[in-house]
């Protein structure tokens, strides 16, 4: 370079350092001063020795090899591993893992411009993680109230996958209102305990042991999940809880293996349970007539349709999809006769088995469902060899419990309500636009 041209760039920068800057991040992207940044706060979690990610990527020399598949993973959302539509249905969501569009931009430039390291001294300090054997909501919550462990199982080294089922005593002889639970598996076997889901099992009238609200659900890598305030979510007095845990074997044997469920409880029982005007339940939205009116053609595409409406208003706190191998897209609407206008909630056009998320919304942005809506839940299955999923696509398939048979369901968190709480929700509700739009309007 010459002196006059490099007096000449010298001047620019000087001029302008802002600008450059501001540039330079969005286009010129290094692992130290962005890239780090992004991979600590959204993937390192699972992607550190000892956790579920395939491998490790705590440092430039462990991102650098993966950052043309990082590349392609993030941008097409795969990563990390929440499947959840960005312009479609409520985006408040608790605990939401996607990244933004700025993040995904600034990793794909990154990489477009060959993963430069820049300049060392622009690296974040590193993040500490909770171990992998204490409890993710305890930082914010203390200790757990209350403990229900899995009985004791044998995880294999290697192997197919493994379905274990046991009942347990829940272990609590007065009704409780939830105020949080999560599932832990064990840390020896984090890598290997897919799922863990666990629901009630009460007596009935004449006796007989059945099946009760559900407890919790955990894929690898989820948290915890709070109950609104003021909402009460029950673990009935006396009751037993069925386990429906999915081991597979990852190369590590783990003898004995427990699956523990921590719950934090509400202080305010009494009034919670007294209070039936505002119980919350999370139960299974069937989104066909029945659980066994439908079969998927080999190699055929199929989708299945539920209504559902309350005689009483409602809020919808949390939606979960609920398929098995074939399922691709789910979504939940409703359907509000007086005006005959339908309204998506949520949807997940890219839904895989692999991932299973409770989407919570934000306090606040919860739908309020009027009495005679109708919820509408469609999902879509795809049988052909395009679905990476599916085992084999020469198959008909029909519902039924194993991971090879379908399931058409959503798990969804309602809040049962009178006219009076529905009445005081949109009050707060309206308020809150009108505070929104005045301070809007101040700004401009
Ligand atoms: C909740 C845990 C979790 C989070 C968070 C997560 N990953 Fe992953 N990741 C996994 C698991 C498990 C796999 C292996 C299964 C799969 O490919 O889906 C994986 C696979 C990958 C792969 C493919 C590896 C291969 O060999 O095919 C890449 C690349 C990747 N992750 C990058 C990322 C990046 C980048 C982030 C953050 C932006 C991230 N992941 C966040 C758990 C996670």
Redesign the pocket.
């Not at 795969?78 to 591993?81: D, G, K, Q």
């Given at each position: 370079m010459t002196y006059q041209k490099a007096l000449k760039t010298l001047l620019v920068v000087a001029a302008f350092p802002a600008i450059s800057n501001a540039q330079d991040a969005a286009t010129h992207p290094t692992y130290a001063k962005e890239v780090s940044r992004?991979?600590q706060d959204?993937?390192q979690?699972?992607?550190q020795p000892g956790s579920?990610?395939?491998?490790s990527?705590m440092n430039y020399e462990e991102v650098r090899p993966?950052a043309p598949?990082?590349s392609m993973?993030?941008s097409n959302r795969?990563?990390?591993?929440y499947h959840y539509d960005t312009d479609a249905g409520i985006q408040e969501l608790q605990n939401d893992?996607r990244?933004s569009q700025a993040d995904i931009d600034t990793i794909v430039n990154w990489v477009n411009a060959g993963s430069p390291m820049g300049n060392p001294e622009d690296l974040p300090q590193p993040k500490m993680f909770p171990a992998v054997d204490e409890w993710r909501l305890a930082g914010e919550l203390g200790q757990p109230d209350h403990i229900i462990k899995s009985e004791a199982w044998d995880v294999p080294a290697n192997g197919q996958d493994l379905w274990w089922k046991p009942i347990v005593d829940a272990g609590i002889d007065e009704s409780r209102c939830i105020k949080a639970v999560e599932t832990r598996p064990s840390a020896a076997a984090i890598g290997s305990t897919h799922h863990a889901n666990s629901h009630f099992k009460v007596l009935d009238a004449s006796g007989n042991w059945v099946n009760g609200d559900r407890l919790s659900e955990f894929a690898?890598?989820k948290l915890g999940e709070k109950v609104p305030k003021g909402a009460c979510r029950k673990v009935p007095a006396n009751s037993k809880v069925e386990w429906e845990i999915h081991y597979y074997p990852n190369g590590i044997a783990v003898p004995n293996d427990q699956v523990s469920i921590g719950i934090w409880y509400y202080d305010e029982e009494d009034d919670f349970v007294e209070e039936e005007s505002y119980r919350q339940d999370l139960r299974a939205y069937f989104l066909t007539a029945s659980t066994d009116d439908y079969m998927i053609a080999p190699h055929g595409k199929l989708m299945t349709q539920g209504f559902q409406s309350f005689d009483h208003p409602v809020r919808i706190d949390s939606w979960q999809p609920h398929m098995h191998l074939r399922g691709v897209a789910m979504s939940l609407e409703v359907f509000y006769p007086e005006t005959g206008r339908t309204e998506v909630l949520s949807q997940a056009s890219n839904w895989t088995s692999?991932w299973n998320h409770s989407h919570t919304y934000q306090e606040g942005f919860q739908p309020l469902i009027p009495a005679g809506a109708t919820l509408i839940m469609t999902a879509w299955y795809d049988n052909t060899a395009d679905n990476p999923m599916n085992p084999d696509p020469d198959q008909w398939v029909g519902s039924g419990q194993r991971t090879t048979d379908e399931m058409s369901h959503a798990w969804i968190a309602v809040s049962h309500l009178d006219e009076e709480a529905y009445q005081a929700l949109l009050s707060e509700r309206k308020e809150r636009e009108k505070s929104s739009v005045a301070s809007v309007d101040g700004a401009n």
């Open positions: 992004i991979i959204n993937c979690v699972c992607h579920v990610g395939p491998m990527l993966w598949l990082i993973r993030v795969e990563m990390p591993p893992w990244l690898i890598g692999a």
